[in-house]
Structures are given as structure tokens and as C-alpha cells.
């Protein structure tokens, strides 16, 4: 919510003292941005970064295995 409020003082500070901000349409853009909690869903995946490991909880629990393969630097910096 850091990103709303530093949005939110941005546009009043560029602002000239002649234009009028319209509160409720940045609240609603900034409602458009900011991710929901349905957005977020995946992150309560309990991922696993060793594959052996993951392979034996996936078989205990009777579970399949999907495994995320990319060519490059992790943070995707390449």
C-alpha cells in the first residue's frame, strides 16, 4: 500500500493550485493496480526448491510435480 500513498502524494503534489484532483479517480486507479488477494494465490503454494525433496512429498501425498524450467540468470536478468 506504500506504492498507493506515494501515488497519491505525487499527483497532489503535480498539482498546480489551479487544477482540481480528483480524489475519487485515483483511488479507483490505484484500486486497479494494486494486486488483490485473488492475484496473489500463488504465493501460498508451498513451493519447494529441491526437486528430490519435492518429488518425495509429491509421491507421500499422492500429489503431481510441476516442475518450472528456465534458461538464463534466475532473476531473469539476462
Known sequence: MD?????????????????RVDITAIERRVAEIVPTLADERWLALPWQSNLMGARALAQEQGKPVLLWVMD??????T
Open 3 to 19: 506504492f498507493a500513498l506515494a501515488f497519491v502524494l505525487f499527483a497532489f503534489q503535480s498539482a498546480t493550485a489551479t487544477e
Open 72 to 77: 538464463g540468470n534466475t532473476l531473469g536478468c
